[in-house]
Structure formats: structure tokens, C-alpha cells
């Protein structure tokens, strides 16, 4: 072989590995941003929202991670629903939140000693313990109904699932525009923003410091919204991530919901004026009546 000829092959070889980052610019070019991204960025003025934790807890005949307690709140209120994904004995995505069916389902043991079509002799429990005749659904079957109503969806992933399996469920339901990764650490967040560059991340910022953490990494600003805690924070926190034009979001779910029910509904409104702009609640209506959010 000639000098010139290994001097064109070795200028190929240096040529396609290119730079890391360059490499990840390029696929990230490739993909479209989700929705998401545009509409929660944080712009002064914008109507405060609802988190529905768990797709509706505390319902009535309307178990939690059940897609019909989803639409029965969704034809009430504007929100969004965080829900929980695991994954069956055959490798099925569903919404479940504990390891275990007796206090959800009339069934009992782990989850995932069960396949998805074993799941289906089950009903769904509501938190009062009433059976219903509901099922515990399919990931993909939620991901279907909430492309099509428009209704966006807060993932939380379970230990047995990995972030790469509902990222994928995602990308083939094509529901990149209405769903949200949740992920609790630096690591998480990292290493959901290397497999979809493209997709909204909700981020823990419980303080300044974690805040501090999460803007050293190579994730974008705008692929975040702040997930403040279940406490409130202090307010120069808010000030700080309004100020990057991202979005906070309160867990309002336990503590804080009981403080608003016994001391007055005008808290929601108060933590609203702190600097929250959604409000992750185990009390949808009662929170959105005090929010003034219409359907």
C-alpha cells in the first residue's frame, strides 16, 4: 500500500470518530424536541398546574394507576398525572406502584410473579377498599389514551424497570409530546438525558446545592423542570429557577395537603405566590377549585 493511500485512509478513520460531544449535537439535532420542553419553560404569568400523584389516590370506586381514574379526573380538571410503571413476569410494562397486589388489587404477592394475562384475573381496590371491575393497565395502553386526549403524563419508573425499557415504550407509542421522565438523583437524570436528549426530565432540586449540582451537568436548562421536594424550600430557590426559566414543581402529597385541608384551601394559593408553579397533590379538585384552574 502507498504513503498516500494509508495518509487517506488513517484522514477517514480520524474523521468519522469526530468528538464526543459533537457526535451527541449532531443526534440531538436529529431528534425533535418534545412539546414539552417549549410549554413548561418557565415564563412569568403562567397559569399555575396540577400533578395528579398517582393518577388519583383517595377516590372513591377510583383506584390509583388505573387508567379509568385517569380519565374520570381528566373530564374535571386541566392536570397532568404522575404515574408508576413496573414490569410483570413476561416483561410487560404496567401501572403499579408497590412490589406487591394486596393493597391495590384483589390479588396478592409480588407482581412480578405474575404474567400480564395472570394480572387480568385481578381487579382493581380503591383506597377505601372497594373492589372495582378494573384492571391494572398496560403502560402502552396509558401512553395510547393520553396521545390522544392530549393529557400529559409524569413517569415514575420502579427499581425493577429500566429507564432504556419505558423510553423505548415511549418512542414506539410515539408519546414523546406528552410524557415526562421523573428521575430523582444526578445520575438518574444523566443517564436518562444520554438515552432521550429529546424528552422533558423532571429533576430533584430540593435546595440550592442540588440545583448547583444538576447545572454542572452537561443537561440543558430547558430539558428540566425542578421537582422542589415534598417540604417548602426557601424562596430564593423559586427565585433562582425562575430566573434559569425552569419550572418548580411542589409536593404538595402528604404533609402539606393535610396542612391545606385542615387550616384553609387558600394555602395552595399562598404556596402559589411563594413561587410554586405545580403542585404534585393527593387533592386534584381541591387544589385546582383553589387554584382557579378550569377545565
Known amino acids: 500500500m502507498s504513503r498516500i493511500t494509508i495518509l487517506l485512509a488513517l484522514l477517514i478513520i480520524f474523521s468519522c470518530k469526530g468528538k464526543p460531544n459533537e457526535t451527541k449535537e449532531a443526534v440531538t439535532n436529529e431528534v425533535k424536541a418534545s412539546d414539552l420542553i417549549e410549554t413548561f419553560k418557565y415564563t412569568e404569568g403562567t397559569e399555575p398546574m396540577i400533578s395528579v400523584h398517582r393518577g388519583g389516590v383517595g377516590l372513591a370506586n377510583y383506584p390509583e ?57 385481578f381487579n382493581l381496590v380503591d383506597d377505601f377498599g372497594n373492589e372495582t371491575s378494573f384492571k391494572i393497565p398496560k403502560f402502552a395502553d396509558v401512553l395510547t389514551w393520553a396521545k390522544a386526549n392530549n393529557a400529559i403524563l409524569t413517569v415514575d419508573i420502579k427499581r425493577s424497570v429500566d429507564v432504556a425499557e419505558v423510553i423505548e415504550a415511549i418512542r414506539e407509542q410515539k408519546a414523546e409530546d406528552v410524557s415526562v421522565i421523573i428521575t430523582y438523583d444526578v445520575k438518574q437524570a444523566l443517564k436518562a438525558y444520554d438515552l432521550a436528549p429529546d424528552l422533558l426530565l423532571s429533576v430533584s432540586a430540593r435546595n440550592l446545592e442540588e440545583l448547583d449540582w444538576l447545572l454542572e451537568t452537561e443537561i440543558p436548562k430547558q430539558n428540566m423542570i425542578a421537582f422542589t421536594g415534598t417540604r417548602l424550600s426557601d424562596v430564593k430557590l423559586y427565585d433562582k429557577l425562575h430566573t434559569l426559566g425552569i ?31 405545580v403542585f404534585a397533590t393527593d387533592r386534584p379538585f381541591q387544589a385546582a377549585a383553589a387554584l382557579n384552574i378550569l377545565k
Open 65 to 121: 394507576n388505573c387508567l379509568e381514574t385517569i380519565e374520570y379526573v381528566n373530564d374535571s380538571i386541566s392536570a397532568v398525572f404522575e404515574i408508576d410503571v413496573a414490569k410483570t413476569k413476561d416483561d410487560v410494562l404496567v401501572l403499579m406502584h408497590d412490589n406487591t397486589l394486596e393493597r391495590t388489587t384483589t390479588g396478592a404477592d409480588r407482581l412480578d410473579k405474575y404474567t400480564y394475562q395472570e394480572l387480568q384475573e
Open 247 to 277: 419550572t418548580t414543581m411542589l409536593g404538595t402529597l402528604g404533609n402539606l395537603d393535610k396542612q391545606a385541608e385542615a387550616r384553609g384551601e387558600n394555602l395552595y394559593m399562598t404556596w402559589r405566590n411563594l413561587g410554586i408553579d
